[in-house]
C-alpha cells in the first residue's frame, strides 16, 4: 500500500490519508504538559481548550518523523521542503481536539482497563516475550515521560480511535467494485506506431535568404538577448588572508569558554539489530508469519549464537545487515522512537525482544554506551584554532575589501587597487542577471548587485560564499534583439527545424490518411515506413513506451478497440508526429485480481475511509470556535487516571 501512497502522493485522497495517519501519530504525548500551574503560550483555541507551543513543537517534530517513517529509506530531507510542516501539525492538533472533543460528548470512555491493555500490547515495552513493567517505566524514563503522561496519551488515542471506529464503521466495497477498479487501473494496451522525426529531416529543407529573413522577422522576439553587464571585480578570499590570521592560546580559551556547550556530547549508544521487513499492506496471517521467523531468530541469539552472524545471514536491512547488524554509535532521536527508546532503555551486553516499528520487526542488541560528556580544551585545542584563523581569515579579507573599495569609489582603478595587495582584477565576458558569471559560478550575488549599479560606478562590496568582492560596472547594455547578420545561423537552424516539423506533421498526416483507407501496416509499408512496436502500458502517468510522454495519446490508446484500432489524429511528440493503432489491449486475469485483491481492497477502504473522515471533521470544524490568535494561558492541573 505504501507504493501506491507514493504512487499518488499528488492525489487529494492521498493527502486526506496522510492525515489520518498524521493525526493520531503526531497527537501522542501532546496536551499532558498543561499542569502545574505554569503558563504557556497558547497557539489556538479549540472551543475554549487551548493548543499550547510546547504541544505544536513536539507535534511538527512527530509529523517530521512521521514523513521519515512513512517513506523510510527513500525518504530525503528536500521532501520537507515547501511542506509548511508547522502549519500541518497545527491543523492536525486541531482536528484531533476536535475528535477527542467529540469522543467525549458522545460519552465515549477509555477505561484504565483497556488503556492497561493497550500498553501491555506494545511491543516496546516487552521482554521474554511478556509485559515487563520495570523495562515499561526505564524506557519512559529515557525517553523523559511519566506514566501519567504516558498513559494520558494513549488514553486519548483510544478515545480517537473509538471515535473513528463509529464514523468508519460503514465504509465497505463490493467485490464488483474492486473487479471494476482492478480492470480499469490494471489493463493494458500496446501500440503500433510510425514516428516522423522533424531532425531527421532538416537534410530536406531547403531555405532561401527570403526565408530566413520571413522566419526573423516573424519570430523576432524569441531572439532578444536580456540586458547585460560588463564588470572588473577583484576577488578577496578567505585563503589569501590566512597566513595573516593570527590566533593565541587565550583567543582559544575565551571560545573555549564561550562556546563550551557546543562541545557537549549527547549520550550515545552503539547497537546492532537485525530486522525482519513487513509490508505495510501485510495481512494478521503475514505478520504473525514474520513475527514467528523473527522469533525463532531472536531464541537463538539468546542462546549464544554470535549476533553478528545472525543480523548478516537473516536482516532484511541492505545497509547493516552485510556489516553484522552494526548501526554504530547514535543519540537519541536519530532512530524511530519505538527502536531509540528500546535501544536507551537497554544495558550493554544485552539483547531486546521484538520491537514493531514501520519497517517491521528489530532484534536489537545493545554493545555499548557513552555517556553524556563535555570534551575537554586539549581535546578540540585544534579544531577551534583552525575555526578562528578561518574566521580571522575571512574578517582580514572583508576589512580589506571594504578598505579598497573606498579607495576604488574616490577614483583609484581597481588595477593598482590590486596591485597593491597582490591580487588580480578579472573582468569575465557580458553577463544578464541570471547568468552564470565567469570565475564565480551560477547565482552569485555579484550577479544581482551588478544590475543595482550604475555604469561606472563601484558598487557595494558583494559577500560571496568564499569571497568579498569589490566591483566595478564598466557598461550596461541593453537589452535588444541581434541584427539578423549577427545571428543569421541560429535564425537559421531554428528555420530550418521549424520548417521540418512541419514536413514531419504533413508526412504523418498523409499516412494517417492513407491508414484509414487500410491499415497503419499497409500504409507504412506502402510509404517504406517502419512500424514500431510500443511495450504494454497502463493508464497510469503520460509515458509511453519507445514514444515518450503524450498523455494526449495515452488517453486516445484506451479508446481504441478493434473494431476501430486506428487512433484518430496524429499526436505531437517534443519534434516527432506520431500515428498510432492498437496492436493489442489485454485484461488482467481473475487469478491477479484474486491475488492483488486484499491489498486493493486495503487501498480503496483507506480512500473512502479517508474521504469519510475528511467530511467528518470538516463538519466538527464548521461548527467549532477556533481561534488562531497567540495568547497566555494559565495551565489547569491535569487530572490524572491511573
Do not use: C
Not at 518523523?65 to 486541531?94: C, H, K, T, V
Not at 468508519?168 to 490494471?186: I, K, M, N, P
Not at 523576432?220 to 590566512?242: G, I, Q, T, W
Not at 591580487?423 to 558569471?437: M, Q, R, T, W, Y
Amino acid at each position: 500500500m505504501l507504493k501506491f501512497i507514493r504512487r499518488n502522493a499528488s492525489a487529494t485522497w492521498v493527502k486526506v490519508l496522510f492525515g489520518i495517519l498524521a493525526a493520531v501519530f503526531i497527537y501522542w504525548g501532546i496536551g499532558v504538559g498543561l499542569s502545574n500551574g505554569s503558563r504557556y503560550n497558547a497557539v489556538a483555541k479549540v472551543n475554549g481548550k487551548p493548543i499550547i507551543d510546547k504541544d505544536l513543537e513536539r507535534a511538527e517534530e512527530n509529523l517530521r518523523n512521521f514523513y521519515r517513517n512513512l517513506y523510510g529509506d527513500q525518504f530525503r530531507p528536500e521532501f520537507l521542503q515547501g511542506m509548511d510542516i508547522r502549519s500541518q501539525a497545527l491543523d492536525r492538533l486541531i482536528r484531533t481536539e476536535l475528535m477527542l472533543q467529540e469522543a467525549q460528548r458522545l460519552g465515549l470512555e477509555a477505561t484504565d482497563s483497556e488503556v492497561r491493555e493497550f500498553i501491555a500490547k506494545m511491543d516496546s515495552f516487552h521482554q521474554d516475550g511478556r509485559f515487563d513493567r520495570d523495562f515499561y517505566l526505564r524506557v519512559l524514563r529515557a525517553n523523559r515521560l511519566t506514566p501519567a503522561e504516558f498513559e494520558e496519551g494513549v488514553r486519548r488515542d483510544i478515545l480517537v480511535t473509538k471515535l473513528q471506529d463509529i464514523v468508519l464503521a460503514g465504509v465497505q466495497v463490493s467485490d464488483d467494485d474492486l473487479r471494476r477498479r482492478f480492470q480499469y487501473e490494471e489493463e493494458k494496451v500496446r501500440l503500433a506506431f510510425v514516428e516522423f522525426d522533424a531532425n531527421e529531416l532538416t537534410s530536406q529543407v531547403k531555405l532561401s535568404e527570403t526565408d530566413i529573413e520571413q522566419y526573423y522577422q516573424q519570430h523576432k522576439e524569441s531572439f532578444r538577448e536580456p540586458e547585460r553587464a560588463r564588470v572588473e571585480y577583484v576577488a578577496y578570499r578567505k585563503e589569501d588572508f590566512l597566513p595573516r590570521a593570527e590566533v593565541t592560546e587565550e583567543d582559544i580559551r575565551k571560545y573555549y569558554e564561550t562556546h563550551e556547550s557546543d562541545y557537549r556530547q549527547p549520550e550515545r549508544v552503539h547497537a546492532r539489530h537485525i530486522l525482519f521487513r513487513l509490508q505495510p499492506n501485510a495481512t494478521s496471517e503475514q505478520k504473525e508469519a514474520v513475527r514467528k521467523r523473527a522469533s525463532e531468530v531472536l531464541e537463538r541469539a539468546r542462546k549464544g549464537e554470535d549476533f553478528a552472524e545472525l543480523a548478516k545471514t537473516y536482516s532484511e536491512d541492505p545497509g547493516s545487515g552485510p556489516q553484522g547488524g552494526d548501526l554504530g554509535f547514535f543519540p537519541r532521536g536519530q532512530m524511530v522512537p519505538a527502536f531509540d527508546a528500546v535501544a536507551f532503555a537497554l544495558p550493554p551486553g544485552s539483547i531486546s525482544d521484538l520491537v514493531e516499528t514501520n519497517f517491521g520487526f528489530h532484534i536489537i542488541k545493545v554493545e555499548s554506551k557513552e555517556e553524556a560528556r563535555t570534551q575537554p580544551l586539549d581535546e578540540v585545542r585544534e579544531t577551534i584554532r583552525e575555526k578562528l584563523k578561518n574566521e580571522k581569515a575571512r574578517e582580514l579579507a572583508q576589512q580589506q575589501a571594504g578598505a579598497d573599495r573606498m579607495r576604488a569609489a574616490n577614483g583609484e582603478p581597481l588595477q593598482q587597487i590590486a596591485q597593491s595587495q597582490g591580487l588580480a582584477v578579472k573582468v569575465p565576458s557580458p553577463f544578464a542577471e541570471h547568468d552564470s558569471i565567469e570565475g564565480l559560478g551560477s547565482n552569485h550575488p555579484l550577479s544581482r548587485a551588478a544590475f543595482q549599479t550604475n555604469a561606472g560606478e563601484v558598487g557595494p562590496v558583494v559577500s560571496g560564499p568564499d569571497e568579498f568582492i569589490v566591483f566595478k560596472v564598466l557598461e550596461r547594455i541593453p537589452s535588444a534583439i541581434p541584427d539578423l547578420a549577427a545571428i543569421e545561423e541560429k535564425v537559421a537552424s531554428e528555420a530550418k527545424l521549424a520548417r521540418a516539423r512541419e514536413l514531419a506533421r504533413q508526412k504523418a498526416e498523409a499516412l494517417l490518411e492513407e491508414a484509414k483507407k487500410s491499415t497503419l501496416q499497409a500504409a507504412a509499408a506502402s510509404q517504406q515506413r517502419e512500424v514500431r512496436e510500443t511495450a504494454a502500458f497502463t493508464r497510469e502517468g503520460a509515458f509511453i513506451p519507445r514514444i515518450g510522454d503524450s498523455a494526449e495519446l495515452k488517453q486516445a490508446a484506451f479508446a481504441l478497440s478493434a473494431e476501430t484500432p486506428l487512433a484518430p489524429k496524429v499526436y505531437p511528440v517534443g519534434d516527432s508526429f506520431v500515428v498510432a493503432a492498437l496492436l493489442e489491449r489485454t485484461q488482467p486475469s481473475e487469478e491477479e485480481f484474486l491475488s492483488r485483491k486484499d491489498q486493493l481492497q486495503q487501498q480503496v477502504i483507506a480512500q473512502r475511509r479517508a474521504h469519510v473522515l475528511e467530511e467528518f471533521t470538516n463538519y466538527l470544524q464548521s461548527k467549532a470556535k477556533i481561534d488562531l490568535r497567540p495568547v497566555q494561558v494559565a495551565a489547569a492541573p491535569m487530572r490524572q487516571r491511573r
